[in-house]
């Protein structure tokens, strides 16, 4: 079974669409993240949720938002996509989260072109 | 956060124990130094973590002097599988930071 996943892995898209990325993880785990990497592989937290509550929200347009149903799943939807989003977005879950330090299980990435 | 600065890339050949060092000179008392392995077109994978002195696990070793401004991953008799790129990371939990990371090359 695989302990992180996300859909889609590929999304292609136009500019000004709304697109949203599925987060899945059956680890148990509390927390959750989403992460941006760019073309030149620097890897940036855009958010944590932490039991369902958002614990991080890093300097991230509006047009993203995190949606949490419950403590399993973090799905990311972006509104009006522009180029600048193209890049890999992967998922992530831990055991705890905030001020404690624990290993981050990383899903295999959904990588977003935009045209 | 401490922000961290590791070599943008190294080579090595099969068989060589591999040591990437990160300087990390503004780590908080509260931090933990933590690496990463990310091959391409998948997610990083923890590879080891630790506080102060030596961590060791299966894969690999982590060295942390006494001041803790730096570490060294040691990678022992690297095989083709662990091209890669590693990162390290500081940081006192989830809000971790990664930097650009070190893309390890091993050849034949």
């Known amino acids: 079974d695989t302990a992180v996943s996300q859909t889609p892995k590929y999304l292609v898209t136009q500019m000004g669409n709304d697109k949203s990325i599925k987060c899945e993880q059956n680890?148990?785990?509390?927390?959750m993240y989403w992460y941006k990497q760019d073309s030149k592989k620097f890897l940036k937290i855009m958010f944590s949720?932490?039991?369902?509550?958002?614990?991080i929200n890093e300097t991230v347009p509006n047009r993203f938002s995190p949606k949490s149903p419950d403590k399993a799943h973090l799905n990311l939807h972006i509104n009006s996509l522009e180029l600048g989003d193209s890049a890999v977005y992967f998922c992530?879950?831990?055991?705890?989260?905030?001020?404690?330090?624990?290993?981050?299980?990383f899903g295999p990435g959904t990588r977003l072109t935009v045209t | 956060l401490a922000k961290t600065t590791q070599p943008i890339s190294m080579d090595s050949y099969e068989g060589q124990e591999v040591n990437i060092t990160c300087s990390h000179n503004?780590?908080?008392?509260?931090?933990?130094i933590t690496w990463y392995q990310q091959f391409p077109s998948q997610g990083p994978r923890f590879i080891i973590q630790?506080?102060?002195t030596k961590v060791t696990n299966e894969v690999a070793s982590l060295f942390i002097p006494a001041d803790r401004k730096s570490s060294t991953l040691s990678l022992p008799r690297v095989s083709l599988s662990d091209t890669a790129v590693y990162y390290c990371?500081?940081?006192?939990?989830?809000?971790?930071?990664f930097g650009q990371g070190t893309e390890l090359s091993v050849k034949p």
């Open positions: 503004n780590i908080a008392t509260n931090d933990y």
């Open positions: 949720y932490n039991n369902k509550e958002l614990i």
């Open positions: 992530a879950s831990s055991q705890g989260g905030g001020t404690d330090l624990y290993e981050q299980y």
């Open positions: 630790g506080y102060k």
């Open positions: 990371l500081v940081g006192p939990g989830g809000k971790l930071i």
């Open positions: 680890l148990g785990h509390d927390t």
